[in-house]
Nanobody, 116 residues
Framework: QVQLVESGGGLVQAGGSLRLSCAAS????????MGWYRQAPGKQRELVATITSGGNTNYADSVKGRFTISRDNAKNTVYLQMNSLKPEDTAVYYC??????????WGQGIQVTVSS
């Protein structure tokens, strides 16, 4: 089992920044990749960014150049630095972790609200 706990969300004005953190615990030795997804009201959950155990990253086009995903393996934590935030970035952000067994785990989600 893998447990994921997100933190760092909140309310920010357009143009501002936030950093989300996701701390993993449990069977973390078998995690291959971690990522951030988001879900806005009335919309489907969508990919924001992912990072593999080797450090390869992938971003949604809508956040490229504004968001940066990183991981600290010593702290078992993945981060999402979000800059130049826009009102359309408002959503619940979810952290996930993919184990070598291909089982996917999700955090409980954290609200990010960007005011115009």
């Amino acid at each position: 089992q893998v447990q994921l706990v997100e933190s760092g969300g909140g309310l920010v004005q357009a143009g501002g920044s936030l950093r989300l953190s996701c701390a993993a615990s449990g069977s973390i030795f078998s995690i291959n990749a971690m990522g951030w997804y988001r879900q806005a009201p009335g919309k489907q959950r969508e990919l924001v960014a992912t990072i593999t155990s080797g450090g390869n990253t992938n971003y949604a086009d809508s956040v490229k150049g504004r968001f940066t995903i990183s991981r600290d393996n010593a702290k078992n934590t993945v981060y999402l630095q979000m800059n130049s935030l826009k009102p359309e970035d408002t959503a619940v952000y979810y952290c996930n972790a993919l184990r070598a067994t291909m089982k996917l785990y999700w955090g409980q989600g954290i609200q990010v609200t960007v005011s115009s």
